[in-house]
């Protein structure tokens, strides 16, 4: 079975800084693409930013410059950092990893429960 949890949210300042964890859990072999969504209340969710297996990367225009995907494969965990927090950052993050490949399948789209990041002052 494959679990995706996530941690880090929390309520910071305007200006401030997080860092999101996404760790997947389970006997994996491989992991394709791995990514973060958010969703702000009355708001379709978003791509935020994304990673491919190899390192590529890309962003929303929004977060450009201020958030930084990363990955370690060997730890199975995709990371967010988010620098120069915004009130308009205020979402439901989620993570989802495509591709994940166990010992007897290959589960195309996997998603987190969703950790809640909050800016205010």
């Known amino acids: 079975q494959v679990q995706l949890v996530e941690s880090g949210g929390g309520l910071v300042q305007p200006g401030g800084s997080l860092r999101l964890s996404c760790a997947v859990s389970g006997t994996i072999f491989s992991i394709n693409a791995m990514g973060w969504y958010r969703q702000a209340p009355g708001k379709e969710r978003e791509l935020v930013a994304a990673i491919t297996s190899g390192g590529s990367t890309n962003y929303a225009d929004s977060v450009k410059g201020r958030f930084t995907i990363s990955r370690d494969n060997v730890k199975k965990t995709v990371y967010l950092q988010m620098n120069s927090l915004k009130p308009e950052d205020t979402a439901v993050y989620y993570c989802?990893?495509?591709?994940?490949?166990?010992?007897?399948?290959?589960?195309?789209?996997?998603w987190g429960q969703g950790t809640q990041v909050t800016v205010s002052s």
């Open positions: 989802n990893a495509r591709d994940i490949r166990t010992l007897d399948a290959i589960i195309r789209l996997s």
